[in-house]
C-alpha cells in the first residue's frame, strides 16, 4: 500500500481511498445521475458527533463560507492560519518532488517559525471534523425540506384535483342548467306565438317591466 492509502484509512469515516491513491470525502464523493432528475442527497449520520459551537453559516447558492464554519466550530483562526501555510507552501513544491521530500521541506519550514507539526495535524484534523460536520447537517436540513416539500405537493396536488372537479361539476351544471331553461323557453315561445309578433311587440314596447333585445346595445366581441 503506499503511504497515501495507509493515512487516508487511518481517518476513517472521512475518506473513500480509490484505487490511485486519492481521497475524497465519501458524503461528497456522489455519482453523477445518468439520467434527468436531482442528483441524491448525501444521508445524515445520526451518530456522528456535534462538532459546533454555535450555528454554522448557510451555503447560499452553494457557495461555502469555510471561515465561518471553522469558526463556529471552534477552531482559532491563528490556528487555521498554520494549516493554510503549510498548504501553501506544499501545493509550492514542484510536482516531481517525492513525498519524502516534501514532507522533511514542510516540516523543517513549520519548525523554523516555531510551530509545531502535532498542532498543525490537529487542525487539520478539527478542520476536517468542522466540513464533514457541516455536510453532515445540511444533508439533514436537505431531508428535512424535501420531506416537507413532498408532502406540500402532495397537498397542493389533491388541492389541485379537487379544485378541477369542482369545475367540472360546474360546467356540467351550467349545461344542464342552459338545456333546461332554453326547454322552458320553447314552451313559453309556444304560447307567445299564439298571440301573433304584432302582439308581442307591441306589449313589450309599452311595458315598463320588459325590454327590446333587439335594441339592445351590441356586446363587445370578446364578451360575446
Not at 118 to 132: F, H, N, R, S, Y
Request: hydrophobic share 40%; proline share 8%.
Amino acid at each position: 500500500m503506499s503511504e497515501g492509502r495507509n493515512w487516508g484509512s487511518t481517518v476513517v469515516g472521512w475518506f473513500i481511498v480509490r484505487d490511485d491513491g486519492s481521497s475524497v470525502s465519501p458524503a461528497v464523493d456522489v455519482p453523477a445521475a445518468a439520467d434527468a432528475g436531482p442528483p441524491p442527497v448525501p444521508t445524515a449520520d445520526p451518530a456522528a458527533p456535534a462538532v459546533f459551537k454555535s450555528a454554522p453559516p448557510s451555503a447560499p447558492g452553494g457557495q461555502v463560507d469555510f471561515d465561518g464554519v471553522f469558526t463556529a466550530a471552534g477552531i482559532d483562526a491563528e490556528e487555521r492560519d498554520r494549516v493554510t501555510k503549510a498548504s501553501t507552501l506544499l501545493a509550492s513544491l514542484p510536482a516531481e518532488t517525492p513525498v519524502s521530500v516534501k514532507k522533511q521541506i514542510v516540516e523543517a519550514s513549520m519548525k523554523a517559525f516555531g510551530v509545531p507539526v502535532d498542532k498543525i495535524i490537529e487542525t487539520g484534523v478539527e478542520e476536517m471534523q468542522a466540513l464533514e460536520g457541516y455536510i453532515r447537517a445540511g444533508a439533514t436540513d436537505t431531508e428535512t425540506l424535501l420531506a416537507e416539500s413532498k408532502s406540500r405537493i402532495a397537498h397542493l396536488e389533491d388541492e389541485i384535483k379537487n379544485v378541477r372537479t369542482v369545475m367540472d361539476q360546474r360546467v356540467q351544471e351550467q349545461q344542464s342548467v342552459t338545456a333546461a331553461c332554453n326547454a322552458k323557453k320553447l314552451d313559453v315561445q309556444r304560447v307567445l306565438e299564439f298571440f301573433g309578433q304584432d302582439a308581442v311587440a307591441r306589449v313589450v314596447r309599452e311595458s315598463p317591466k320588459l325590454y327590446d333585445p333587439s335594441s339592445a346595445p351590441a356586446a363587445p366581441a370578446n364578451q360575446q
